[in-house]
C-alpha cells in the first residue's frame, strides 16, 4: 500500500500511529516533496468512485489563496487534474492506497472497515 501524507498534518499523524498500530506495511510518500502525478491522480480518482473535488484539501492555504471554491465548479476535470499535479499541497491528505481502493482523508472507522480491522 501506498501512504501520502504531509509530515506536519496533524491528521496525518494519526492516520500513522493507526497504521503503525495495526501492523499495517506500507510505503510512506510525502505529498509535498512527490507530489502525485497527474497520471497517478487520474488513476486513483477512477478507482476511488468519488467525485474529484473530493481529492482537493479545501482547508489548505493554497486552496483558499486560489479562490478554489469559486473557481473548481467552472473547471473541467483535465483542468482539476491538471491542477492538483502542479502542487501537493492542494491534494487532500492522508491517502491510503491499495490494490482494490483509494482511501482519501483519515476516518478511523472508514479505514478500519476497508483494511478489515
Request: overall charge positive.
Amino acid at each position: 500500500m501506498l501512504f501520502l501524507c504531509y509530515e506536519r498534518c496533524s491528521t496525518c499523524q494519526k492516520a500513522k500511529r493507526f497504521l503503525d498500530d495495526a501492523g499495517i506495511s506500507y510505503t510512506w510518500r510525502d505529498i509535498r516533496g512527490q507530489n502525485p502525478t497527474r497520471e497517478e491522480l487520474a488513476r486513483w480518482h477512477a478507482q476511488s468512485g468519488l467525485p474529484l473535488r473530493r481529492f482537493f484539501n479545501t482547508s489548505g492555504l493554497a486552496y483558499k489563496a486560489l479562490n478554489l471554491k469559486e473557481k473548481l465548479p467552472q473547471m473541467s476535470q483535465e483542468q482539476q487534474l491538471d491542477l492538483l499535479a502542479s502542487d501537493g499541497m492542494l491534494v487532500k491528505r492522508p491517502m491510503l492506497i491499495g490494490d482494490s481502493f483509494v482511501l482519501v482523508g483519515f476516518k478511523e472507522e472508514t479505514w478500519r472497515e476497508q483494511l478489515g480491522l
